[in-house]
């Protein structure tokens, strides 16, 4: 995912903040002399497939369920078919399931049942309590095993992803910074003279160039007053010094 691309950057802003229960984005609506900033709640799920990985600030708000290939024949090779009529009867039974039971599990979710066995806080529980008050609302319908199976699910769901995540974005920020700093390193080589070049030509890169760059690709508004570039470039600086790396880079020529 690019973020330099004009949709997403306009679509950033609503993902981000949809995982909140009282989330608004501000959008201008009107023309001309009759323009006027209208809030717009963005709460609710959302479902993005992509192949190349989620922008780090989309990635933390999310449960990313990664798809693998499989070694089985049968199963790689099925295909679903759109028509088929078991999908309209799914489909069906899901908004039907919606409409009547949409106001009970609103009143469910402010009773206070749900369970915080994991001990979650912050963002993690914002996250995690939707998906928790409707596994508690089903489960008191089903037998006391499955009931006990499908929060059980649901809890190490949680677990799992989270434990993936937490990996994945210390990797995504370490990966990030290392395209800035090469690509920047290149850059500077591009712009010396050939004939100046020796086998141990240093460049030098300014920590702020790179903390910016790599803030917009983690998905930052870089330009915004909220955003503190000096506290984010010393962020940047001591990720780099904990991988080695500095801003000068000793680059060779041969």
């Given at each position: ?49 992509a192949v ?129 700093v090469s ?43 909220k955003f ?27």
């Open positions: 995912t690019e973020s330099n691309n004009d949709m997403i950057q306009a679509l950033i802003p609503i993902l981000n903040a949809g995982y909140k229960k009282l989330a608004k984005v501000t959008r201008i609506e009107g023309d001309g002399t009759h323009k006027k900033r209208v809030k717009f709640s963005a709460y609710g799920p959302k479902i993005i497939c190349n990985p989620l922008l780090a600030s989309l990635a933390s708000r999310s449960y990313v369920i990664r798809l693998i290939s499989s070694l089985n024949p049968e199963k790689a090779n099925l295909e679903v078919i759109e028509t088929d009529p078991q999908w309209q009867a799914v489909r069906d039974k899901l908004y039907l399931f919606a409409m009547q039971n949409y106001q009970k599990i609103q009143e469910f979710a402010k009773s206070k049942q749900i369970k915080n066995a994991l001990n979650l806080t912050g963002r993690e529980w914002e996250k995690a309590y939707p998906l928790l008050t409707i596994a508690y609302y089903v489960a008191q319908f089903a037998p006391e095993k499955e009931e006990n199976e499908l929060i059980s699910e649901i809890t190490s769901f949680i677990t799992q992803t989270r434990e993936e995540k937490s990996a994945e974005m210390n990797n995504s920020w370490e990966a990030d910074i290392i395209h800035v690509r920047k390193t290149l850059e500077e080589l591009d712009r010396l003279n050939e004939n100046k070049r020796t086998l141990t030509t240093i460049v030098t890169i300014p920590q702020l160039d790179v903390a910016l760059e790599v803030a917009e690709r983690e998905g930052f508004d870089v330009d915004s007053p503190n570039k000096t506290s984010y470039s010393r962020k940047v600086g001591l990720k780099m010094r904990n991988m080695g790396l500095t801003i000068k880079t000793i680059a060779s020529t041969g």
